[in-house]
């Protein structure tokens, strides 16, 4: 009787976790189309750069504290202000919003190989949607850039390598002028995102219109109820067949 008990007992909690483990799964959706993003959001907050002037090293990075966002670039490198025509020989189609992005690697009027593209954008109120423009993805080999969304706790909550196959790529008169838009929404509340695009790679990268909302705003379905039943029930029948078998 027991070991029938036991074995029921081991059933439900594999069903919990299962469940436990689909909802997880299901709690992070990602975007390669801006318009779905936006649609599947509430009101979002756009940090854009283009009221800067343009120039190397003129952004220090905490501009936008007020309006909740914080960019730092992890090797302390300059962060230079661009427009599409100061993007090495001229690369419009890197910028989303007009006129200007940011970028180490690329300066005005040229290109440092050996400048990393590492950024942080730190979210003051860690929100339930995020995304920003990459701008100048390779066409492959070592021209990808990784873009991971954090947690509050550093842990991976979604994370793509972002290249000239990605889905929903913009392309201009060249490979090279491009853009991507990459972007969550997520029940588990997006601390940072972070861009992993090393020095001496052979591409430069830009960012532009970096976005988020708050965690008033989301629109994501909250699994947690769903999820919270189907748990207690099963701690509920857990406890009798333990009862039982006493």
Not at 140 to 148: A, S
Not at 178 to 189: A, L, Q
């Amino acid at each position: 009787m027991k070991a029938k008990l036991f074995s029921c007992v081991t059933t439900v909690n594999l069903v919990v976790s299962l469940v436990f483990a689909q909802q997880t799964k299901a709690a992070t959706l990602e975007f390669f189309d801006h318009n779905d993003f936006v649609n599947s959001t509430g009101k979002l907050t756009v940090i854009d750069f283009d009221d800067l002037p343009t120039g190397n090293g003129v952004l220090s990075g905490d501009e936008f504290g007020s309006q909740g966002l914080i960019i730092v670039q992890r090797e302390g490198l300059p962060i230079n202000v661009l427009s599409g025509k100061d993007i090495d020989i001229g690369f419009p189609g890197n910028v989303n919003s007009k006129p200007n992005v940011i970028s180490s690697s690329f300066i005005l009027g040229n290109y440092n190989n050996a400048n990393s593209d590492n950024f942080d954008f730190l979210l003051a109120n860690p929100s339930f949607s995020a995304g920003l423009w990459i701008g100048n993805t390779g066409s492959g080999g070592n021209d990808t850039t990784e873009v991971q969304f954090l947690d509050n706790f550093g842990q991976v909550i979604a994370n793509e390598i972002i290249g000239f196959h990605s889905p929903g790529l913009i392309t201009g008169n060249n490979i090279y002028d491009n853009r991507i838009f990459y972007g969550i929404t997520s029940t588990v509340p997006i601390a940072t995102i972070r861009t992993i695009e090393p020095a001496f790679d052979g591409d430069g990268i830009t960012y532009d219109d970096i976005q988020f909302n708050s965690p008033e705003s989301r629109s994501v379905p909250e699994p947690g109820s769903i999820f919270g039943l189907f748990l207690l029930g099963g701690f509920g029948l857990h406890s009798l067949l333990l009862r039982i078998s006493q």
